[in-house]
């Protein structure tokens, strides 16, 4: 992995640097240095177009950023690739010679308290979550498009429920959590079935990339211009070409592809001239950034169990639970990390690194008794990230039509949006940015002719 390398160095002299060496002025500048951005650069570049990237942050991935808990890599945003079958990361991956590891989700512990859940008790459960799952599928064919129901109501309202202990109760209504409401980084009561509906299922195996997801973004960025640091402030699009007025100056380019994330579009952080059309201002309003933040934790050593992916303490009172994963076999080294979505995320937004260490490690010690203390932590906040907004994109409740495809339309001739927010397919993922940046290359070099 020489190129990391040679970003890596790069980045100690100058914070400016590009990853590539280009003189001439750009024909299209991209905003925005995620998979999105870096994916239409990519393709434009092949396209023969001249490209520059403009990135507010001084580093690259955006939302997929790979920090170092004293030395071991650990993803604070995205850290899955979801679905290896026909997925263009897994390619970049093969390609880019990265390994993976696989998380099977099911191999799974859950306690109640120190209580460790029986192999019947989960096979309930599994049993009770089908049921929910064609509830929901039932429901999803019988009301109109336009419907949307209370998704605890819907889901979890059926008489074999009643049948079944608290503790068995307790346990699906984690597991829907789990599966549903951190999916889309909100609480279950606040999505809808239509939100949920969104996207088509991953195909094959869900991996972490081991060392974390920055391989993957370097890959990418490979012989790309792109200038750190330069916050795109205006952009205005004129009859023969497009004004970017940025911290650094002013610059034109015959077209641009906006990849900044939705929660930067919805503050109106970028003064954009046209104001995107009524479809687009309609599709904005009608999508909303969830909350998902990540607590990692280094430990002197392991003291949970071996083979087990995820884990978590189901018991009563939760405010949304923490769901633990283990990152050892990505991290090289005993790394623990919790997710949380909607009030939990926004709680751990609003606590410092150590209230939110104690929280977390009471949370262990509730299944493991005393556990020891950690010797490093980090926690995201990405709500307060001003150049994140939020952890993703999902629908708001109502019937507003194809709201991503409405972004994708272009802006004036000159401008386009990317980002996961514009995928249909796969939103909230970074493979659904990686394809809306592909595209959206397409759409602005075939309107530049
Ligand atoms: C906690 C968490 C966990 C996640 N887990 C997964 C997962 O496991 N798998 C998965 O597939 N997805 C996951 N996601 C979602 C995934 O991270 C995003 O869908 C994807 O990274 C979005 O890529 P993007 O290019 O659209 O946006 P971003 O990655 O946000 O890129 C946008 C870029 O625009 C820049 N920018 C913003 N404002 C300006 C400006 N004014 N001027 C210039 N640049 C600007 C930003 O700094 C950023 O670099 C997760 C997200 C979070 C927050």
Excluded: C
Excluded at 30 to 51: D, K, N, P, Q, S
């Amino acid at each position: 992995m020489t190129s990391r390398r040679r970003l890596l160095a790069g980045l100690a002299v100058a914070p400016l640097v590009a990853t590539g060496a280009r003189a001439a002025e750009p024909d299209v500048i991209v905003v925005g240095a995620g998979f999105a951005g870096l994916a239409a650069a990519r393709e434009l570049t092949r396209r023969g177009r001249r490209v520059r990237v403009l990135e507010a942050r001084d580093r690259l991935g955006g939302r997929a950023h790979t920090a170092a808990l004293a030395g071991a890599p650990v993803d604070m945003g995205a850290a899955w690739i979801h679905g290896i079958d026909g997925n263009p990361l897994a390619a970049l991956a093969r390609e880019a010679g990265l390994r993976w590891h696989e998380t099977d989700f099911d191999r799974r512990a859950l306690f109640e308290g120190s209580e460790r859940l029986t192999a019947v008790e989960l096979r309930a459960v599994d049993a009770l979550r089908t049921g929910a799952l064609a509830r929901f599928d039932a429901a999803r064919r019988r009301l109109p498009p336009d419907t949307d129901a209370g998704l605890v109501a819907t889901l979890l309202g059926w008489p074999e429920l009643e049948r079944a202990s608290p503790r068995v109760r307790q346990a699906l209504r984690f597991e829907l959590h789990s599966e549903i409401a951190l999916e889309w980084a909100a609480d279950l009561d606040a999505l809808s079935l239509r939100a949920i509906d969104e996207g088509e299922n991953p195909r094959g195996a869900h991996v972490m990339p081991v060392g974390g997801y920055r391989g993957l973004i370097d890959a990418l960025a490979e012989g790309l211009e792109v200038r750190r640091s330069s916050p795109v402030l205006a952009i205005r699009v004129r009859d023969d070409d497009v004004e970017l007025r940025t911290t650094q100056g002013t610059l034109a380019a015959r077209g641009v592809v906006l990849a900044v994330p939705l929660g930067v579009l919805e503050a109106g952080d970028i003064a954009l001239e046209p104001s995107p059309g009524r479809r687009a201002r309609e599709a904005i309003a009608a999508l909303t950034m969830g909350r998902m933040n990540r607590i990692a934790l280094r430990f002197p050593r392991r003291f949970w169990p071996e083979g087990i992916a995820r884990f978590a303490e189901i018991g009563p009172g939760f405010d949304g639970p923490l769901e633990w994963f283990d990152l050892t076999p990505t991290a090289g080294a005993p790394v623990l990390a919790a997710l949380a979505s909607g009030r939990r995320a926004n709680l751990i937004e609003s606590e410092d690194d150590a209230a939110v260490a104690a929280l977390a490690r009471a949370d262990l010690e509730r299944m493991f008794g005393a556990v020891p203390e950690p010797t490093a932590v980090l926690v995201s906040r990405w709500g307060r990230d001003a150049f994140a907004r939020g952890a993703y994109s999902r629908r708001l409740p109502g019937d507003h039509g194809d709201v991503r495809a409405a972004l994708a339309e272009p802006i004036a001739g000159r401008l386009v949006l990317a980002g996961e927010h514009v995928d249909t397919a796969a939103p909230g993922t970074t493979h659904g940015a990686y394809r809306s940046g592909i595209a959206a290359a397409r759409r602005l070099d075939k309107a530049l002719g």
